[in-house]
């Protein structure tokens, strides 16, 4: 038996993956479709900062 607990994306091929923003420090999932990346493919980076900051 499998526990759902994404019940409001049932379909989404992607994964959660949670990182921590290097520069703000909060958790977040990278794989979100958003503006976080990887900044230098190396540096998590939230959304937010990422169009704060415009580095992508
Ligand atoms: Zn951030």
Redesign the pocket.
């Known amino acids: 038996m499998m526990i759902v607990q994404n019940k409001n994306n049932e379909n989404s091929k992607k994964k959660v993956k949670i990182e921590t923003?290097?520069?703000?420090?909060?958790e977040?999932d990278i794989n979100a479709d958003d503006a976080?990346h990887y900044h230098n493919g190396e540096y998590p980076?939230?959304?937010?900062?990422?169009e704060?900051y415009g580095f992508y």
Do not use: D, P, R, V
Request: hydrophobic share 35%; aromatic share 20%; charged share 0%.
């Open positions: 923003c290097y520069l703000c420090g909060i977040f976080s980076m939230c959304s937010y900062c990422s704060a």
